[in-house]
């Protein structure tokens, strides 16, 4: 008597680890790009509030060169976002852009934006938390 696998039995395991491999991996790309366009938000949020304590300071937004880059460029989302922020020449709005870079596949909601007053787009359902 022979012991081992046949050709059929090996060709069947493969089948079923393709199948699995099928469905999880586009759900895991989906979720890896959902956590970085998070932290994309986090690091908009932190600079929305430094903008604001520096508004409360001195009643104007600071330049755009004053910005500190560790807020503007945090290290942990700068392979999948560019963070900038746009201040008017009055020093009275600002806009907060995040826009995916290559490596960051984000088809669903694409740039964020973030202003003064709170609102912020795309307002697709599941962009913003």
């Not at 998070?38 to 304590?53: F, G, P, R």
């Not at 409360?56 to 560019?82: G, K, Q, R, V």
């Amino acid at each position: 008597m022979q012991a081992g696998f046949t050709l059929i039995e090996l060709m069947i395991t493969v089948a079923i680890i393709a199948i699995l491999a099928a469905i999880v991996l586009p759900n895991y790309s989906k979720y890896v790009a959902r956590a970085h366009r998070t932290d994309a938000q986090a690091a908009m949020m932190n600079l929305a509030q430094y903008m604001e304590s520096q508004y409360n300071a001195s009643f104007s937004y600071p330049l755009s060169t004053n910005i500190p880059t560790s807020l503007t460029a945090p290290s942990n989302i700068t392979n999948y976002y560019t963070i900038a922020a746009s201040i008017d020449a009055t020093g009275q709005t600002y806009t907060i852009t995040a826009t995916p870079t290559s490596r960051q596949n984000d088809s669903q909601c694409g740039t964020l934006t973030l202003n003064e007053e709170g609102k912020k787009t795309p307002t697709t359902a599941g962009c913003w938390k």
